[in-house]
């Protein structure tokens, strides 16, 4: 009896353990399941600035269609082989090689053994062979002048044109080293007052949408990556028989961590703290699955996008970051 009960006392302790353990991820109940997700542009995967809603540096994304810094740089390339002391590089190896050899190997021989260079004169054979290695020995000058002259000219382009393979981090006129295209340069912008309510009406908007499970208004809400994203949770919470339900959303505090303009685009991150009720329900019977019924709140960083210059009407969310 005592081996038994304290065999079950340590399957209790262990199922504890195992529920402790995984409260926070079964009691939280948010838009996009708490990751951080959406693409910043080229800040993508560099944090944004502290504020005084977010003074701490937000998660970095776990979900982004950009690449990350290491990932840009293009495909490998061979690894640079610098041309041997001789100055001949890969030139000399196989057939053309060979038969350099073989002549030089056939006059070395004809001059040790007292028939000179090639072996003499005598007769018309003679003097046809002389020719026809004359005409060979040409024929490889030739080649290897060529050579010569188009990797002096691949040097002088960097690469450019199809040459062959060169250091890795250099590029034509030492710009596009790496052999990937320059980010887009950024520079930063200033909003209207107008911009800061579109915001808070997309914190409202987004949310309720998600929870009415409305794809389509996410479509004209966010990005197609964040809609994406959504999609795909939305499909996940149908698979598991709970809705995501969140309601009266109320924005507490914002403030702006940064807004620049890359490429055709105007960015600006935010950082949120609001209240809200949310909670997972049975799909089925409606009663809560986890959540809370009662407000609470959170503090996000959340990035718009639009097209450069237009009004407070075009922004779209690009991005939500967990503030930690």
Partial sequence: MS???????SLSALALAALLALAPAVGEAKMGGGMSSGSRGSRSFSPPPATNTAPRPAAPLQRSMEAPPAATQGPSRPAFNPAPA??????GRGLLGGLAGGLLGA???GMLSGHGLFGGLG?????????????????????????????RLAGALGGAGGAGPQPAGFGFMGVAGGGSAAPPRSAPISLSQADFPAFERLLAETQEAYSRE????LDELATPEMASYFAEDLKSNAREGVVNRISGVKLLQGDLAEAWREGGDDYATVAMRFALVDQFVDRATGKAVRGDATPTQSTE?????RPAGRGP?????????QAA
Avoid at 3 to 9: D, G
Avoid at 301 to 305: G, I, K, L, P, Q
Avoid at 314 to 321: E, G, M, N
């Fill in 3 to 9: 081996l038994r009960s304290s065999h079950s006392k």
């Fill in 86 to 91: 001789s100055g001949m590089g890969s030139f």
């Fill in 107 to 109: 006059g070395l021989f």
């Fill in 123 to 151: 007769g018309f054979a003679s003097m046809l062979g002389l020719l026809l290695q004359l005409a060979l020995i040409f024929f490889l000058a030739r080649l290897a002048f060529q050579w010569f002259a188009g990797r």
């Fill in 214 to 217: 409305d794809v389509a208004r």
């Fill in 301 to 305: 960083v959340w990035t718009f996008r």
């Fill in 313 to 321: 009407e075009s922004w779209k969310l690009s991005a939500i970051q």
